[in-house]
């Protein structure tokens, strides 16, 4: 609906981030289960979730005008950048790019977590959820994506520890979508403008 209505102002007040391995089962509606194969990455910093989709566009300049003749899209960047304060097993490998915590010994209750030497590809699927107050639920999944960035690691007397994490979605192929938001939400409605 166009025009003034505070009914449709959104607050994300509370949500979660969570992973997959691809190929997962994304569920079909804002109700559903997210499933035995969704990890729910715990708590998140009070900043929250920041989306950015950047487009680049090329201009096609010609010699009659001065003006840009019409514009080629030339890249998409969808990406999510957040951070995660809880240290465990899934986590850590999340932050690092990969690999597993392993127990020591057996039953030693020692782990240990090795940063490889050279990158390796962790390409996951994500899902971030939220709602406003008990009516309103949203749900965003990115199909495929890895973590392409980290946030410097700082470790204080004073501060909780913060793993940042920026997320950029990959194409599965030009038919898929980067990403899917279901909406649990009256302001939406399939109604033709």
């Not at 509606?29 to 989306?51: H, M, N």
């Not at 490889?116 to 996951?124: C, F, I, L, M, N």
């Amino acid at each position: 609906m166009s025009g003034l209505n505070p009914n449709e102002i959104r607050v994300a007040g509370t949500g979660r981030v969570l992973v997959a391995k691809l190929g997962s089962t994304v569920p079909a509606d804002t109700t559903a289960g997210w499933g035995a194969s969704w990890v729910d990455l715990g708590y998140t910093s009070t900043d929250g979730i920041k989306f950015t989709k950047k487009d680049k566009i090329d201009p096609v300049d010609t010699w009659q005008s001065v003006s840009a003749a019409r514009f080629v899209y030339s890249d998409r960047d969808l990406t999510l950048k957040f951070a995660l304060m809880q240290l465990n097993e899934d986590t850590l490998p999340f932050f690092f790019g990969g690999d597993h915590v392993t127990e020591t010994s057996a039953g030693s209750k020692v782990y240990k977590y090795e940063v490889g030497s050279t990158p390796k590809v962790d390409e996951r699927m994500l899902g971030i959820e939220f709602a406003d107050g008990d009516a309103i639920k949203y749900r965003f999944v990115i199909h495929r994506g890895q973590v392409t960035e980290t946030d410097e690691l700082a470790l204080t007397r004073t501060a909780a520890i913060k793993l940042g994490v920026t997320f950029t979605a990959l194409a599965k192929d030009d038919t898929a979508p980067l990403a899917t938001l279901l909406m649990s939400d009256p302001a939406y409605t399939t109604a033709a403008v």
